[in-house]
């Protein structure tokens, strides 16, 4: 065959294929799609763990002790992370990005652990997080009943939250007195069921192992929510008893130097973040047209102008890239979500789950009674939400990337406000005053005509291009263009031209032309009269989302588990490989795939290596497990939880989702859905031929702290 035949063979290959892809919903006949047995997902309560469907599935059938050794061996780190025990001398491993941002913390002078990393050769060594703590669930209680008798004690549903609340403050509290733990009580299911669970807390955390922050964000935001992955994202710290002494636990992790296999269940605990998996279908879909829709733009469209920024400005590039780290990492999350909510297949599953919920409550007269009005009342009420969501979202100018001039406006009709009530200043020198308070030192002109650029198509996107305020802006430009006119032709342009408008009185502030003061002028009230609108609709919805919570535990129980919480779960899985990028990705990774990103990027940010990264201790296996996949349900928040097989012996450390995991907010589905985690052998490859850890590698092989570590920790008292 000619290299041209080649060529067009490949072409009609690649054309017809992406035609299939095009139109592989168009052959699936929606109305025939069902719902999947985990489309709720598998985030087990450890009250509610099915353990009938472990041992079916997986020939496990793990006892109650067995369940109390994995919860109080894994810990809630601070209020962002999960972590565990990992020795019986209170060493706790969590995520590397757990702790990335608190290592300034214990930062003394003349270091810089974001460029080296951190590691306590000694106990002694081992400093002190300020802020930083970690807590045990010990006490588990069942207050439904409480709780639903106070609700059911009143037909008003205004009173009946009130007792409800009520309630939940009185048993907190009494738990919390009883017990001496801090005592909170979880919604689950929507206001189903109500968990108590008794929080032991730790508050002296020290740091003994954090890597070099490029090494434990290895690949930045490209590789951020991706797979394959070649990341040591993991640290470690200890807990601290109140003698100052690490502290003795009979609960923890043992060690696992052979990590995860292919043919063993997995499960990872932690605390996952939350879900809305349970949200009705007028719920997902408000989301799709609006929420998300909104949200992807402007976080797409903040990426977009920093990187236009470090195009135009490369010096101030440090400057950005934490901020577009913290964006792209946003942006993706939502990205993912949006792609599943306009996914009609996924869309068709929670519509057959709802159907089949419903009809489960029709068909049975006293739940009928109680909840039949439940998926009517959501849908008016997300009704009445769409009337008013673009104008909320357009209106509201304000937040952290808003455009100054806005605030600048807003801060001018206030004074104005002031003025025309006789309580603002009212002599020359402090009207300039004011202006010198409301206005500031200085304006990123370049940045923030970016900005304005990006408000406008926002308010354009959400308003039309027929809006008279919409119009007032572009006057027939290109938001670009337009937003150029603006910083150059407003009143809001410099100090001094503000100052002389506010000397004209409150009437001229009032009826300027200026487009910032009118948009802020005109939309004010409005803005103010739809949020009260939306906090209405909102608790009216809040209502009918605890009745549709208690109609889901009335037909379903714990077959099903409850959306996350950020409170303790444990999730089933295996290790699976998937389909990806027109192959399939593998179950594990090496250290081979580092060096790889590393070479075939040129050596530069995000996949650069620090020096004794290139130069590893000798002995080192580039073909030792690094990170590896498995199908176990995670979100947010689950980040730092420890990955274990059914011996309870640590296999990994969760770090992330791949991007075909994000639709996992609302429905959970294991055919490209992955955890990824780094392997309990790759993290002792890390401490040994690269951190020089050989103290904590030994004391998580040998499950506690080797006696020749504490024979020098005294000899260095002394």
Known sequence: MTYKKLLLAAFLLIFSSSLFAQNMFLTVDLDTVKAKKFDTGKMWTFEDAPVDYFESTYGFAPDEQWFEHVRLSTLKFANWCSSSFVSEDGLVMTNHHCVDFVTNRIQQEGENLAETGFYANTLSEERKIPGVFVEQIVLIEDVTDQIMGAINSSDIEEEQMKRRDQTIEELEKQYSEDTGLSCRITSLYNGG????????????????????????????????????????????????????????????FKWSTEGPKEDEPIFVVGNPGSTQRLNTVAQLEYQRD???????????????????????????????????????????????????????????????????????VHNDDNLDDKFGHIWDGIEDTRDEMREIGHQLAAYNVGGRFAPVYFKIAGDLLKLAEELKSGEGSKTEDELIQKVEELYPEEIDTPLEVKKLKLQLEYIRMNLGKENDLVEMFLMGKTPASAAKDLMNNSVLKSKESVSALVKKGHEAIFNSSDPFIRFINETAEKLEDYRKRQTEITETESILEDELGRALFAVYGTTIPPDATFTLRISDGLMKPYDYNGTIAPTYTTFYGMYDRYYSHKKEYPWELPERWLNPKEGFDMSTPYNFITTNDITGGSSGSAVINKNAEVIGVAFDGNIESLPGNFIFSTKANRCVSVASQGILTVLRYFGGADRIADELELGKIPEKYKEAVEAGHE
């Open 193 to 252: 069921k109500y968990s108590l669970y008794g929080f032991r807390r730790y508050e002296d955390v020290r740091a003994v192992y954090i890597n070099e922050s490029e090494m434990g964000l290895f690949g930045g935001d490209p590789d951020n929510f991706t797979y394959p992955r070649y990341n040591p994202d993991f640290a470690f710290v200890r807990v601290y008893d109140d003698n100052g002494e690490p502290l003795k636990t009979d609960n923890f």
């Open 290 to 360: 609006i929420t998300m829709k909104n949200q992807s733009f402007m976080l797409n469209g903040m990426i977009d102008m920093f990187y236009d920024m470090i195009n135009e400005y490369p010096d101030r590039r440090a400057e950005f890239e934490g901020t577009m780290f913290y964006l792209a990492n946003s942006a993706k999350a939502i990205k993912g979500t949006y792609e599943g909510l306009v996914d009609p297949v996924f869309i068709a599953r929670k519509k057959d789950f709802e159907k089949k919920f419903k009809e489960a």
